[in-house]
């Protein structure tokens, strides 16, 4: 059997680790809950179990559900050990700033309106709760399909659509208040 990951073969553990490490602390971002050194550590755990599970991988599959399952039980896990929960909001997703193009041949005023919205994405994202900013990142952002997400939560797939339907009235909303757009 060839062990593929999002397409590309599984040949050394350096592979998976390029591939996903990154995704993943970005991904764990959305859990407020975990520090900075937790979420590397997660992604470590995480990145392990998927290499040590690489042959369960199924030619041709696409992966990435499985990959953020695994990171998802992970990260769980060790909310329930941790004695003592720190829900400090530092550790709100904040990857946004990651996707922004450069800005360098952009005109002022266009890079002032292109900062305030980033600023409202932002702010809006860090004050969902940590599901709908798990879902949001893992729906937009890894662009995950409905049914993926659904077996990623293990609920139904109409849950999962209910759930981003109201994250995007909630943005409309916001967006409205804000913006008056």
């Not at 941790?82 to 005023?109: I, R, Y």
């Not at 980033?118 to 004050?127: A, V």
């Not at 879902?135 to 997400?149: G, V």
Request: overall charge neutral; hydrophobic content about 40%; charged content about 30%.
């Amino acid at each position: 059997m060839k062990n593929v990951l999002d397409g590309a073969p599984i040949q050394t553990p350096e592979t998976v680790w390029t591939r996903y490490y990154g995704r993943i602390c970005v991904y764990l971002r959305s859990f407020a809950a975990l520090s900075y050194e937790d979420r590397e550590e997660i992604a470590a755990d995480t990145l392990y179990k998927v290499w040590q599970n690489r042959a369960k991988v199924l030619d041709g599959q696409d992966c990435r559900a499985w990959v953020f399952t695994i990171a998802r039980r992970t990260a769980i896990d060790r909310l329930r050990k941790s004695s003592s929960h720190d829900f400090q909001k530092d550790g709100a997703l904040s990857a946004e700033l990651d996707m922004v193009p450069d800005l360098k041949n952009v005109k002022p005023e266009h890079q002032l309106i292109k900062n305030e919205e980033l600023e409202f994405i932002q702010t809006f994202l860090k004050d969902l709760s940590d599901p709908d900013r798990e879902l949001a990142y893992l729906f937009y952002y890894e662009e995950l399909l409905i049914e993926e997400l659904a077996r990623i939560f293990s609920v139904p797939k109409g849950t999962i659509k209910w759930r981003l339907h109201a994250i995007r009235k909630k943005l409309a909303r916001r967006w409205q208040d804000e913006f008056g757009v």
